[in-house]
């Protein structure tokens, strides 16, 4: 019971957030780029926070491993499909030099979701590109899966050092 409150006020609740945000922007559709930019930088900004709290829960030692390893991968992921709603209400550009399908395929989830996993993996194929008016968007992603991602491996290099 202990470990209870540590766990649900360090990863659980975050964890929510992110999920709750998620659930919105889908019930939004196209119209969450109707929201000012503020509401959308302030929501990033909490998901940042949520994410940093997460990632402090392990090394406090106050939350079981596993469950900060599942509240880590399944904040990522709602962070990867928050942006991918975000992107699809935007649109992309494909900038390939083989594009042919219609511009209506540009917009698709799939799509929207393909371009946010590269995005947040900072992989950057170069094959579609934001909108102009989300290219900042489009690199707060990026910094965040950069973060993510050095957060992670810091996460197992921890690990893996508390076994020895």
Do not use: K
Not at 124 to 136: A, E, I, T
Not at 140 to 156: E, F, H, M, N
Request: net charge negative; proline share 3%.
């Amino acid at each position: 019971m202990r470990n209870l409150i540590p766990a649900l006020v360090n990863c659980l609740l975050p964890m929510a957030f992110l999920w709750a945000a998620v659930g919105i922007a889908w019930q939004m559709g196209d119209g969450i780029l109707a929201a000012s930019r503020f509401v959308i930088w302030l929501s990033i900004a909490l998901l940042g926070v949520s994410l940093i709290s997460i990632f402090r829960s392990h090394f406090n030692a106050s939350v079981s491993d596993r469950i900060v390893w599942l509240s880590i991968s399944l904040s990522g992921l709602a962070l990867i499909m928050l942006f991918a709603q975000l992107h699809q209400a935007a649109g992309l550009i494909c900038a390939a030099p083989i594009c042919v399908q219609s511009e209506s395929d540009y917009t698709t989830f799939e799509t929207s979701l393909y371009f946010s996993i590269v995005t947040f993996t900072t992989l950057g194929y170069g094959d579609f590109q934001p909108q102009p008016d989300m290219r900042l968007l489009a690199a707060t992603q990026a910094i965040l899966g950069y973060i993510y991602l050095g957060l992670v491996v810091g996460l197992l290099i921890d690990t893996g050092a508390r076994r020895d």
